[in-house]
């Protein structure tokens, strides 16, 4: 495998270590970012560590957290438009009820297409 960056090195006893920094994003990750991540690292480690030592493990987790997002509201509104709530004045608790359960078919999509895969 050959690397074609330059790595600067520091000695450390016997040892030369690579000076390694990584490229965080200054926007913290959100819920489906946290949530790939956690995947990545207990399911799918070579290919996090790859990542992670690339320095490209945060632009995707950013790309699947902007990802998701916009999957979830696009997926709401098709459900609602399939399945209207009810009226939210006169049924709260039936609203409640109805975007509560959208919102967990959604997230079930995003989950099984985007984090999971």
Same mark, same amino acid.
């Given at each position: 495998m050959n690397m074609s960056s330059n790595l600067n090195y520091t000695q450390t006893g016997d040892y030369l270590l690579p000076n390694l920094t990584l490229n965080q994003p200054r926007k913290p990750l959100g819920k489906y970012g946290r949530l790939r991540r956690t995947y990545l690292k207990d399911h799918r480690p070579v290919l996090y560590n790859t990542?992670?030592?690339?320095?490209?493990?945060?632009?995707?987790? *950013?790309?699947?957290? #902007?990802?998701?997002? /916009?999957?979830?509201? %696009?997926?709401?509104?098709?459900? @609602?438009?399939?399945?209207?709530?009810?009226?939210?004045?006169?049924?709260? *608790?039936?609203?409640? #009820?109805?975007?509560? /359960?959208?919102?967990? %078919?959604?997230?079930?999509?995003? @989950?099984?297409?985007l984090i999971y895969s």
């Amino acid at each position: 495998m050959n690397m074609s960056s330059n790595l600067n090195y520091t000695q450390t006893g016997d040892y030369l270590l690579p000076n390694l920094t990584l490229n965080q994003p200054r926007k913290p990750l959100g819920k489906y970012g946290r949530l790939r991540r956690t995947y990545l690292k207990d399911h799918r480690p070579v290919l996090y560590n790859t990542m992670l030592l690339n320095g490209n493990l945060y632009p995707h987790l *950013m790309e699947v957290e #902007q990802t998701a997002e /916009s999957q979830m509201q %696009q997926t709401m509104a098709q459900l @609602l438009k399939q399945t209207p709530a009810p009226d939210k004045e006169s049924q709260q *608790m039936a609203w409640v #009820q109805h975007m509560n /359960s959208l919102k967990a %078919q959604a997230e079930e999509l995003v @989950l099984n297409e985007l984090i999971y895969s």
